[in-house]
């Protein structure tokens, strides 16, 4: 028998580790959170491995429950009976409340089927994403993760976080050593052997960068870096003219999900320009985020490392959640602005930049399908900003007559576009959507929904995301109604709350004035 452990693993590939390694012993089963109501330190799908000696892997709360589904479980590899379990709020153990005042409901799994996981861990293991679906009977089934997802016992799982540091010295060993210790994948870069031996010694997979990449040469030996995927952050982590252009080059004709570097603001401009002097899309340039970190100015390379790898993690949250590589964005930027007093509305100056640039900024770090800029004839102030910041410009030759023939003519756009599953309507003259809203909109979507607008104070309005199936009816509308006309008709429609500040448009100057007092509150 295994010896009595507890181990606070998060991740369900390390927590299937244990749970094999005590199977090949004797029985273990599984825990898995079903659902929470009003709180929860773990989310639904959350997994914890139990030996039939007590032994624990990974964790289902903060300590409140943790020690009676250990009991459970060892109960239920004796009976050999799926258990399904209450705590909290409805629950018949009266002696254990929780304190957020809510339920955690848990299913435990004496004898899960070995298959059925290994094809689930495999597909993490291979930085792909999976889904386990818990059946009525209590069986574990592995499922694809793409697409909608029925049922309240279906749980997607993404791959763990996995950075790739390019760097030299302190401050990139500190961000490696703090990255692996907090349980994520590491691959280390850099051209100093030393470094290279330093990172090995913590445990991460270490390569020293050859040539230097004014040349030609390659910036790092073939094959000696695991791939970028989807779920990988890139960050640059040292100063060196002759490799960075090649490094976040590459970084950026890749798939993952953040591209980054340290140093000043200065610094981040001289780098652009070398990315641009050698052919890099403008929309690329424009995903490389600097100065990094979410506290600025740090100085010690510990602080450096958090303030990084924090920001990391908020990026990462975000994707892992809801990702936009099948989804145009089209921005609705070609009105006339008659209601406005003293020029172009979008080209007006909010906080030092043009409202267009601001509402243009959502999503600007996330790989999506298109970026589809719609403007009118002559708008060329217009047209030159959204391209500087990355937008594919379509001149719409009718938008005097109204913003419908922008819509449709940008879902034609989209439609064209094979990889575009849906697509994000937004509006220029709306510069405080966020892209946390959107992103709760995307939510919905995949979890779904035929369509999502947004609700604000009055009615549905955009933000809106369609699938595709809806664009040959957004391509044929007119008139003023736009996408709520289709919107209505769809089946399986929802909205999305918007908050005051995000709901607010600017077709006056008194509407320039009213958002200049948001951001200063």
Known sequence: MTARTRQHLEWAEDVLD???????????????VAGTAGGGVRAPGAMMAISADGGVAGYLSGGCIDADVALQAQQAIVDGRVRRVRYGQGSPYLDLPLPCGGAIDVAIIPAPEETELALFQQALLTRRPAALRIDDDGRLRHTAADGPLAGVATF???????????????DSLALAALAKASGYRVAY????????AMAAGLGVEATLLAGNGSTGDPVCRPGAASPDDPWTAFVLAFHDADREADLLSSALDGPAFYVGAVGSQRAQDARKRRLAAIGVDQRKIARVRGPIGLVASMREASMVAASVLAEIIEAYADVRTARFEDTAIILLAAGCASRFEGGDKLMASLRGQPVLAHSAARLSHDLVADRIAVVGPGQSARSDLLEALGWNILVNPDAANGQATSLAAGVRRAEAENGARAALVLLADMPFVSDAHVRRMKARLDGGAGAVMSRGPDAPSPPALFRRDCFHALAAIDGDAGARSVFRSLPGAVTVDLDEVGALDIDTSSDLIRAERYLDA
């Open 189 to 196: 870069q850099s051209p100093d052997e030393l470094d290279v």
């Open 18 to 32: 244990a749970w094999f390694a005590w199977r090949r012993q004797g029985p273990a089963a599984l825990a898995i």
């Open 156 to 170: 997607r799982h993404a791959p763990k976080l996995r950075l790739r540091i390019a760097g030299r010295g302190a």
